[in-house]
């Protein structure tokens, strides 16, 4: 994330990042966030077809489990054939229709990604173009890899990948909540309730795949610094 931080608009020499600024980042600010999002700008259209075939696969998923309660309500307990088969129609109806729509989006999701990739990694090139020759003298050729590469897709997948789940999950939460309310409001409540105790782990979780990610990114700097003294 040090690298994207690092690449907004308009960068001077000092965009990347000494080791005594690295010990010192700054905390995620809805500043950065914005200026991280800015990247989604120019693919906003694109983005806004995957946020509408979101919205319809929470919709379409849920069609499968209301099916599949007719079948064994009134087609099974009734004993009618026609509406048995009508309904098994109908849910592998519902099934192909979801998966075209989750095709769908991962494609333009993984084209947004590529985009904002490739837009990201040009930038940070012609960045580098006026860099003083101190600063590739005084910073580790594998930490200038390592942004060039894993930072930006980790970026990348904040912006395509980790945007599109939260907006995911919540359609999910919210239509799953309506289709609980509307068969019976006393499960939608308990549900309501079960929910923050789901929410909660997810910080302590969250906080212990931070350090991991962290030390996993000072591994792979220290490999790509030794490959590139190895072969220069």
């Keep these: 994330m040090a690298a994207g931080s690092g690449m907004g608009r308009g960068l001077g020499p000092r965009g990347f990042l000494t080791e005594e600024e690295k010990q010192n980042m700054p905390k995620v600010t809805p500043q950065l966030l914005l200026r991280i999002l800015s990247y989604l700008k120019p693919y906003w259209i694109q983005f806004l077809f995957v946020f509408v075939a979101i919205l319809l696969s929470s919709v379409v998923g849920l069609l499968p489990s209301i099916i599949t309660g007719r079948i064994v309500d009134e087609a099974l307990m009734g004993r009618n054939m026609k509406l048995l088969i009508q309904l098994l129609i109908a849910a592998f ?36 173009q006026h860099m003083p020759h101190n600063f590739f003298t005084s910073e580790k050729q594998g930490d ?89």
């Design 144 to 232: 200038i890899i390592t942004r060039m590469n894993s930072d930006i897709s980790g970026v990348s997948t904040v912006i395509s990948g980790t945007l599109a789940s939260i907006v995911s999950n919540v359609a999910t939460v919210v239509t799953t909540m309506v289709a609980l309310f509307s068969m019976s409001w006393q499960l939608a409540l308990v549900g309501i309730v079960v929910i923050p105790l789901l929410i909660l782990p997810t910080k302590s979780v969250g906080e212990t795949r931070w350090k991991l990610l962290s030390e996993s990114q000072e591994k792979r700097d220290e490999m790509n610094q030794m490959v590139n003294e190895t072969l220069s």
């Design 93 to 128: 109806g519902t099934l192909t229709i979801s998966q075209v729509i989750g095709v769908l989006e991962s494609y333009i999701n993984a084209w947004i990604s590529q985009r904002i990739i490739f837009d990201m990694k040009n930038q940070m090139y012609n960045h580098l």
